[in-house]
């Protein structure tokens, strides 16, 4: 089974600090997920990315194969990003095994 | 589009009742995934269906839960009989195609098991 691990497990920052939330899992994967569960328990994919980098908006996610290895960033955080980020591995199939998730507090 | 629709979002019932939570996933979407959320395992895959059809229910805890795929627009998960221990946010999932797509998350149904 694959291990998924995040840190760090919680953090805060002020508003306009760059963040970054990274992943790391044993196994190869077929493609890893970056979700994003709101404080209403809401939970949004964000990302679906099998090589390289992503970016949607103020959101990079980037991910390296070889060192199985996955980072989130943030860029101008504000307090509304303030949420669970949850990394997800897929080796095969559609089975996706979860990190713990990492609580970010974004401060105004 | 409506998004994954579950119900009931919150439920509270007693230990040895039945429970029944509901799934609409979004139309076109063929494949379904029900998920259970807890304080102390995170996230974890219950069962998931493609073209209605059971690929993988090796998460599912106990013979007390069993869940059914009748036509492409309706899923259940049933918990009978239930156990506090069950307490948790159940979530229902879709996506379009086997692999290599992005999953849908549905609200969740909050089960509270006395």
């Known amino acids: 089974k694959n291990e998924v691990e995040q840190s760090p497990q919680n953090l805060t920052a002020q508003e306009g600090e760059f963040i970054t939330i990274n992943c790391s899992y044993s196994?190869?994967?077929?493609?890893l997920h970056w979700l994003q569960q709101h404080p209403g328990g809401g939970i949004v994919s964000l990302f679906m990315?099998?090589?390289g980098k992503k970016k949607h908006g103020r959101l990079i996610a980037t991910i390296n194969i070889q060192e199985k290895h996955s980072s989130l960033h943030i860029t101008a955080s504000h307090p509304r990003d303030s949420a669970v980020y949850i990394c997800a591995v897929r080796e095969g199939g559609s089975r996706l095994t979860f990190g713990e998730g990492t609580q970010l507090t974004v401060n105004p | 589009d409506a998004g994954v629709i579950q119900s009931p979002r919150h439920e509270v019932t007693e230990m040895g009742q039945e429970v029944t939570l509901r799934c609409k996933p979004i139309s076109g979407h063929n494949s379904l995934f029900w998920y259970r959320q807890t304080m102390m395992r995170g996230l974890e895959l219950l069962i998931y269906?493609?073209?209605?059809?059971?690929?993988?229910d090796s998460g599912m805890p106990e013979d007390r839960f069993s869940a059914k795929m009748p036509n492409a627009s309706f899923s259940t998960l049933k918990i009978q009989p239930s156990e506090p221990r069950d307490s948790a946010v159940y979530f229902c999932?879709?996506?379009?195609?086997?692999?290599?797509?992005?999953?849908?998350f549905g609200p969740g149904t909050r089960l509270t098991v006395l």
């Open positions: 196994v190869g994967i077929s493609a």
């Open positions: 999932a879709s996506s379009f195609a086997f692999s290599y797509n992005e999953q849908f």
């Open positions: 269906f493609n073209n209605n059809v059971p690929i993988d």
């Open positions: 990315l099998s090589s």
